[in-house]
C-alpha cells in the first residue's frame, strides 16, 4: 500500500467489473482521485478480497451485470449489511436500480461516465475523514 504525507496509507477501493478494460479505467480513476485500488472480475471473488482486506477498505465500485451467484446490486447489499463502514457505487449502462435494489447510502452511475462524475459520486458516499486527500476539500 502506498503511503501518503504523514506516513499515512491511502484508502483502499475494490473495483468490481468483468470488462477488464473498464475495470482498468475505473481502477485509475480512483488511483486519481487517492486511493490504492485492488480489483475482482466478479462479486464471488470481491467478497473473497473483501474478507482478506476489509479493515483497510474504504471504497466498493462494483458494476451490476457479472457472472457469477450475484449481480453488483446484491454484491452492494451485502457488503453494506456485513461491512457498514465502506462506501458503495454502483455503475452499470443497461439497468438502473429498482425499489430496495441498492443499499441506504449508495449511490448509482450511469454508464458511460467520466472521472469528475465518479468525484462527485465519491464525495456522496464517503465521509471527509473517510476520503483520500485530493477530494477532502471537495462539497
Known sequence: ???VGGGAPKPVAVVVDDD???RMDVASTLEDAGFDTLEASDADKAITLLADTCESVALL???VQMPGSRDGFALAREVARRWPDIGIVVAS???RPGPDEM???ATFIA???GAET???HL???LPKERRPAPLKDRA
Open 123 to 125: 464525495c456522496k458516499v
Open 1 to 3: 500500500m502506498d503511503m
Open 61 to 63: 465500485f462494483t458494476d
Open 20 to 22: 477488464f478494460l473498464i
Open 93 to 95: 449502462g443497461t439497468r
Open 111 to 113: 454508464k458511460p461516465f
Open 118 to 120: 465518479v468525484h462527485e
Open 103 to 105: 443499499p441506504e447510502g
